[in-house]
């Protein structure tokens, strides 16, 4: 369990990290999300002992990370840039962590083959391919066989086939009762992955919360109907006391309504159908609304969407 | 959107999991081992060092060849002084080593794993500092003393006691890995291997350069002073009495005088190590 209590970190007169307080429990993935530049990074880095906080604190099973023995036996970390050295071979990059935590040398063999980098174990990483290099570094956070594991951004730069294997890589180890805290600024990401949330804007908590009830309290949904007789439907619609939206080309958008209700409503007024379905706004349409007021470094495009398209 | 943050009860409880790793208390000598496993798997040792060897063999049997065929005088002097040359081009390698030992850490991003790994700041500047110190006091030790053996034996060693066999073997050892800490406590502060390098080797050579042109007479007492305390000038004290100057400090003074300003400058690279953040 990572413990966060009131947690800051100022650089200059810039807050990264604004008095966080949150608890990442076992036996679950917790999606770590916030756009870039949220503080994502320098949390995790302080939860490490690497940064120092400017005040607050954060524990590990309530200790802090300096008062543990062995850190890598209680937690295993993959932070965001690399933190191997390129010209050292794959295997001694690991038996050096490995020495210094007293975990056995056969650890080394152990966590390669499971990441699938046997075969390249004498290599140097500096010629290893983006996902590799990922797989390295997922290799030496699982070194110690740890209860809780901090993965920062690590399906950035991954081809499909890497994402899945470390999508089910992370829900396999939260299976197995360890605690899994991930960061990322994919919300589909994060849908897929996580059991638990918490979104950050600007160093700020703005949510703590299951997955499940985001996507409850965060994605409209509404039913598109497309007619040859748009103004007659608007009409009826109207009089029932629906919400109607105009997208044009004869296609009408109702917030809050169902299928059921709609179709019925046209049946009743003798109005012809051409399209009647159910759509879900997107999460990731969820989560900009919420972090748009925290984004960093907004693009000056006047006529950029405001988030974006629907479809996840 | 200024909405406050809404977080969830209280969740179920899960059964944590435990490893079947038994867990052993780890210390100072694990930090070796891993520092240890560190210096010898990266090239750069490999090469410093063997380029460091190659230096001082090559230049100390061409010294002693060119003495030995032109008869020349060697004007009381030790026969072990022709060593000299070789030591003082080969510690820009030892140098180059120690700041590579921990500034590659910074530039690689290895020292945030290194520092997760293990939280003891100190103890890992400590690890470092003594894995590096043996290794570079072993090797410039017995190539020292090669170096040593061959020149007696092309010049002949006439009157050298051992007192002076052991300050150009054993003191000079100790001079060079001295001299590598201090680039290691550089390589620490400034975080930067190329620009600690610059830095040490502008420490080495520019007192002694600057020396050479300070014409004026009112700085004749500042000359004197970078002509007796350069390196160059304490590493030959371990080769002759007489030294480059008459009044600069001799023999093992010289180690004494390196020691504390690399104890100052260790210091100061722990202090910085534990404040910042990595």
Redesign the interface.
Known sequence: MIELEGLTKRFGTKTAVDHLS?QV????VTGFLGPNGAGKSTTM?MV?????PTSGTARIDGKH??E??????YIG?L?E?????????AY?NL???A??????ER?VAEVLDLVGLSAVARKKPKGFSMGMGQRLGIA?ALL????ILMFDEPVNGLDPEGIHWIRNLMKALAA???TIFVSSHLMSEMALTAD?LI?IGRG???????MA?FIHQNSRSYVRVRSPQPEQLRDALHSSGMTVAEEGNGTLEIDGATTEEVGELAGRHGIVLHELSAQRASLEEAFM?????AVEYHAHDANAPQWAPKGV | ??TA????GP?PQ????????P????HLG??L???W??IR????TMWTLGVMIVLMVGIGLLAAVAVSASDADMQGESVLVLGFYGVLLGSICVVTLGVLTIA??HG???I?????????RGRVLLAKSIVFFLLTFTVTTVTAALVAVLQAGLVGSGTTTGEEWLRATVGVGLFIAVLGLLALAVGALIRHSAGAITVMIGLMLLPLVAAMFMFSESLVDVRQVLLDYSIPSLLVAFYSDAGITDTGPEGWTSLGILTGVTAVALAGAFYALD?R??
Do not use: W
């Open positions: 949150f429990r076992p036996g679950q880095r490490l002992g690497l940064d120092h990370y300096g543990l023995d062995e850190p890598l036996t970390a932070l840039a690399g933190g191997l050295h390129g010209g050292r071979s001694n038996l050096c962590l020495q210094s935590n007293r975990i056995p650890r030496a110690g066989d740890p209860q197995e009762g360890r638990h979104v700020k908590l703005l949510a703590d919360t299951s009830d609304r919420m972090t748009a007021a | 959107m200024t943050p809404y977080q969830q969740q899960y059964q944590q999991y435990t490893s079947p790793i867990a052993r208390r780890a694990d930090a081992a891993s520092e496993t560190k798997s990266v090239r750069s590659s850490e690689t991003g290895m945030r794993t290194t520092l997760t790994a293990c939280p003891s404040r953040d990595v």
